[in-house]
C-alpha cells in the first residue's frame, strides 16, 4: 500500500491551493487508514475547504469497478488513530461516474486533520484519493 497512516504526530502538511495523494494505486488495504493531512490554516479564512476525489483503476491505470465498497472520510483534531471519526463516506454522500470516479466536497471543514478509511471493498483494484486544500 502506497500512503498508509504513519501514526501520531507524522501527518502530512497540504498547503492552501495544493493538492496531495491519501493514497495512491493503493492494493491490500481493507480496514486500513490512509496517511493524515494537516490542512494549512489560512489567515483571516475559517473554516476552510478540502475536496477529495477517488478513483479505481487496473493495473495498466484503466478504470475499473470497485464493485460494493465503503471508504470513509475521517476528521480529528488530534493526529491520533483513536481520535478519528468518520464524517462523510463513499459510496453513501457521493456516487461514481461511468470511469469510476467520485468527489466529496468539505466547502466549511473545521478539523486540523483528516483522512480516509477503507472499510469494503469488494474487487481487486488499485484506489486512488487525492485531497484539495
Known amino acids: 500500500m502506497s500512503g498508509g497512516y504513519a501514526g501520531t504526530g507524522q501527518a502530512t502538511l497540504l498547503r492552501q491551493n495544493q493538492q496531495v495523494a491519501l493514497l495512491q494505486q493503493a492494493t491490500n488495504i481493507v480496514g486500513r487508514a490512509s496517511i493524515a493531512l494537516q490542512l494549512e490554516t489560512q489567515r483571516n479564512s475559517f473554516p476552510w475547504g ?37 464524517i462523510s463516506a463513499w459510496p453513501a454522500d457521493g456516487t461514481l461516474n461511468a470511469s469510476f470516479v467520485g468527489r466529496i466536497e468539505l466547502p466549511g471543514f473545521y478539523a486540523r486533520y483528516i483522512r480516509v478509511f477503507v472499510a469494503s471493498l469488494a474487487n481487486p483494484v488499485y484506489v486512488t484519493v487525492l485531497a484539495t486544500h
Open 50 to 86: 478540502v475536496s477529495l476525489q477517488i478513483y479505481f483503476t487496473d493495473a495498466n491505470g484503466n478504470p475499473a469497478d470497485p464493485g460494493a465498497f465503503v471508504v470513509d472520510v475521517q476528521a480529528s483534531d488530534l493526529d491520533t488513530d483513536a481520535q478519528y471519526s468518520t
